[in-house]
C-alpha cells in the first residue's frame, strides 16, 4: 500500500525558508504526478505546485517565484523549497501523487503544519 509521510513543517518569520519532504512507502515515485497543496486556516485546500514525470513544474500564481517544486525519484521523495514565506502561506501542505492509467490513482498524506508570523 502506497503511503506518503510530509515533514519539515514548523513555525517561522516573514521572510524566512522551509523545505518540506514528501517520502513515499509502498510504490515508485517515479510513476505519478505529485501535487502539493496548502490549506490556509478556514479555507479550501488549493493546489500550489505540481512536478510531472518528467520534471516539468507547475505553480499558482501566489507562489510562483517563490516556491521550488522537486522530486528525486532514487530517494522516493518530492520536495516544496518554500522561500520569501509571506502571512498567509501559513496553514497546512499536503502531498498528492496521482497516476493516470486504466483508472486514477491517488494518494494523500497527512499534512504538515507551516505557520508565518510577523
Known amino acids: 500500500q502506497v503511503q506518503l509521510v510530509e515533514s519539515g513543517g514548523g513555525s517561522v518569520q516573514f521572510g524566512g525558508s522551509l523545505r518540506l519532504s514528501c517520502v513515499v512507502s509502498g510504490g515508485d515515485l517515479e510513476d505519478y504526478v505529485v501535487h502539493w497543496y496548502h490549506q490556509a486556516p478556514g479555507q479550501q485546500r488549493e493546489l500550489v505546485a505540481t512536478?510531472?514525470?518528467?520534471?516539468?513544474?507547475h505553480y499558482a500564481a501566489s507562489v510562483k517565484g517563490r516556491f521550488t517544486v522537486t522530486r528525486d525519484n532514487a530517494k522516493n521523495t518530492a520536495y516544496l523549497q518554500m522561500d520569501a514565506l509571506k502571512i498567509e502561506d501559513t496553514g497546512v501542505y499536503s502531498c498528492?501523487?496521482?497516476?493516470?492509467?486504466?483508472?486514477?490513482?491517488?494518494?494523500w498524506g497527512l499534512g504538515t503544519q507551516v505557520t508565518v508570523s510577523s
Open positions: 512536478v510531472i514525470n518528467s520534471g516539468d513544474t
Open positions: 498528492r501523487l496521482l497516476k493516470y492509467g486504466a483508472f486514477v490513482e491517488t494518494h
